[in-house]
């Protein structure tokens, strides 16, 4: 994961306030890069969602909805990789002791699976700044049948 930790040379970056509704400005983004960069369609459902939970959780839980605080969302392309980073200005989270999503008694929450999604759909994830940054790395080669 130590490639993951560099600074990142940002191809692209945006910053904008801890609104719900601005999850579309992520979107659009993700959208943009994933054309710009012909991302193979078979990784492009899986960048969306981990993304989309990723800047989502900087949103609501980092950021707690204070839209005097900003999201940052910014990629690069780096070899034969596309790299996500997602920040927010908000405390950070312990991301190593979550609570299993799959879990029996866990099942019924409506919250608690979007740390799961990332590290399940993403090649690599890795946090800083205790939590309040995560990457997200994608492979840019088709997937094997």
Known sequence: MGAL??????????DFPAKAENIALAEKMIDEACSKHNV????????LIALTEAVNNAIHHGNALDPSKTVTLGYE????????????QGPGFDFEHLPDPTDPQNLEKPHGRGVFLMRALADEVA????????????GLEPVKE
């Open 5 to 14: 930790t560099e600074e990142m040379e940002f191809t692209q970056r945006i």
């Open 40 to 47: 193979h369609e078979s990784h492009y459902g899986n960048i």
């Open 77 to 88: 392309v780096k070899d034969d990789k596309i790299i996500f980073l997602v920040q927010d």
């Open 127 to 138: 946090f800083m700044e205790n939590g309040a940054v995560v990457t997200l790395a994608f």
